[in-house]
């Protein structure tokens, strides 16, 4: 795939907002996502046919010459297959934008490229399975690259090809002002809706900007160490072992938290799609349907909270420090140790925030002037003593505060962490930048990022492309679902 080469003095940036649309325009993008979700499953058994034929062939011990031809997998291949077959296969596929079923085939393309690519050990990381069929429940998205995307001039519609004008619930002014003014061009616009069944779309554009900090604001420290906390969200300390900032979890989370929990002990009291006793599915009932959508909306609204906040907290230190340090997320080792669930809610809101606050630092050093430097992920910043250097073999989470054996100092553990990210900022040289966020990271191609969402969601399997990663958004819906 060409990459795509981004102008000098241009970054790719992206615009979300929440969309309004009528009844009809709602059933109208559900059409589209199941579209997309359609062409997928359609061509994916198809594949999947061929490849099942040629193996039972093989089997037979037929020559190689002699079996079904094979099919191919680019998109170009899948997008000629499906074009040729869409009049038997989905005779309504004429309601909907060629771009939904473009969006699917895409999907696909990528998911079969990275599996073929894992089993000829074209790839790092955990082995990528063989592409699954996306069920109906499963929050998708589209993206439109051509035809009519426009923002509205009285700055409160957009318009999509086939969608038309549809309302937003934001003011699109920012955008609206950039375009007019020529410092910003349209490259797609992605739309997606969330469990909690909202719309959005996100505008992904190129905006032309000068490399600066603003001019009100003074660099305070010329390296920081970020540690991203259990406890706090952000704790943040220069070399010479100044605490410079502490961002606490915003208080409504803690709210939202216990919410969660009350309602998830409400719906396992409800009957749900799984009957325990006889092992069996069935259809679950109204109020364990509506018991679904609150712990949808509370998780939609717990992760804005928390988005709002990494976003202040990471323009500050974009603009307010030359260089930021951050630990690198072990995404690899995470799913190896069991995931999420195994190592508790607690360590994986951390995990994801660091993954978010890694993001948003790598485009916001970028659009500040300042630079972005990422710790090695065997760089052992919690088990090293910030006085002495002397290093613990092991320190559980559960021990909130750094003890050192040798020297006796006693300091908080995450602000302990974060001065020694901080020291390790300063040792790397200014030529080593790292901060254009498309650089390699130790094992980035183990991410299956489902953001999903993240490019909008959108990001499913898109977010391995060059491009996707670049325009990795400020304000995209999580792919981190469930970890609100
Ligand atoms: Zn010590």
């Known amino acids: ?37 359609f062409a997928r499953n359609y061509m994916l058994r198809l594949v999947k046919a061929v490849l099942d034929q040629r193996d039972a062939e093989r089997s037979y011990d037929l020559a190689e010459s002699e079996l079904t031809p094979g099919m191919g997998w680019s998109l170009p291949a899948l997008r000629r ?51 699954r069929f996306h069920a109906k429940r499963r929050r998708g998205s589209v993206r439109f690259t051509t035809g009519a995307i426009r923002v509205a001039p009285d700055r409160h519609h957009v318009t999509l090809p086939r969608l038309g004008s549809i ?18 061009r349209t490259l797609s616009a992605t739309v997606t809706s969330d469990s909690a069944g909202r719309w959005f779309v996100a505008f992904q554009v ?87 959508a609150r712990i949808g909306r509370t998780h939609a609204r717990a992760a804005n909270v928390r988005r709002d906040a990494l976003h202040k907290a990471t323009t500050k230190l974009a603009q307010q420090h030359r260089t930021i340090t951050v630990e690198t997320l072990n995404v690899s080792g995470m799913r190896a140790r069991g995931g999420r669930r195994k190592r508790g809610l607690n360590r994986a809101l951390a995990d994801a925030a660091l993954a978010r606050v890694r993001r948003m630092l790598a485009y916001k050093t970028i659009w500040y002037g300042s630079r972005l430097v990422e710790a090695d992920r065997w760089y052992p910043s919690s088990k090293t003593c910030s006085a002495c250097g002397s290093r613990k073999p092991r320190l559980p989470l559960a021990e909130r505060s750094y003890q050192c054996d040798n020297c006796g100092i006693g300091l908080d553990r995450d602000l302990n962490a974060a001065i020694n990210l901080a020291r390790l900022g300063e040792t790397r040289p200014l030529s080593e930048l790292s901060s254009s966020g498309s650089g390699p990271v130790a094992g980035r191609g183990a991410v299956q990022e489902t953001e999903p969402a993240t490019v909008g969601d959108a990001a499913g399997c898109e977010a391995s492309t060059p491009l996707q990663q670049l325009l990795d958004q400020p304000g995209t819906a999580s792919s981190q679902g469930g970890a609100a």
């Open 81 to 131: 297959v499906w074009n040729a077959r869409k009049g038997a296969a989905a005779p309504w596929w004429r309601e909907n934008s060629k771009e939904a079923y473009n969006t699917g085939l895409d999907s696909l393309a990528r998911s079969l490229e990275g599996w073929s690519k894992s089993r000829n050990g074209g790839r790092v990381g955990r082995p990528v399975g063989f592409p």
């Open 206 to 292: 190129l905006v032309r900007r000068a490399a600066a900090r603003p001019a009100h604001v003074g660099v305070r420290h010329e390296v920081v160490g970020v540690d991203i906390g259990v406890r706090d969200l952000l704790v943040v300390a220069a070399p010479d072992g100044t605490a410079v900032a502490r961002v606490p979890a915003p208080r409504s989370l803690a709210g939202a938290q216990a919410r969660l929990r009350a309602l998830q002990h409400k719906a396992d009291r409800q009957q749900g799609p799984y009957d325990r006793e006889s092992q069996q599915k069935r259809q679950p009932s109204n109020r364990w349907q509506r018991t679904q």
């Open 1 to 37: 795939m060409a990459r795509f080469e981004i102008p000098d003095g241009w970054v790719a940036q992206a615009y979300r907002y929440a969309l309004d649309p009528t009844p009809a325009q709602e059933r109208s993008l559900a059409s589209h996502i199941g579209a997309a979700r």
């Open 167 to 184: 309302r937003t619930h934001e003011s699109t002014r920012k955008l609206a002002h950039r375009l007019e003014a020529g410092t910003a």
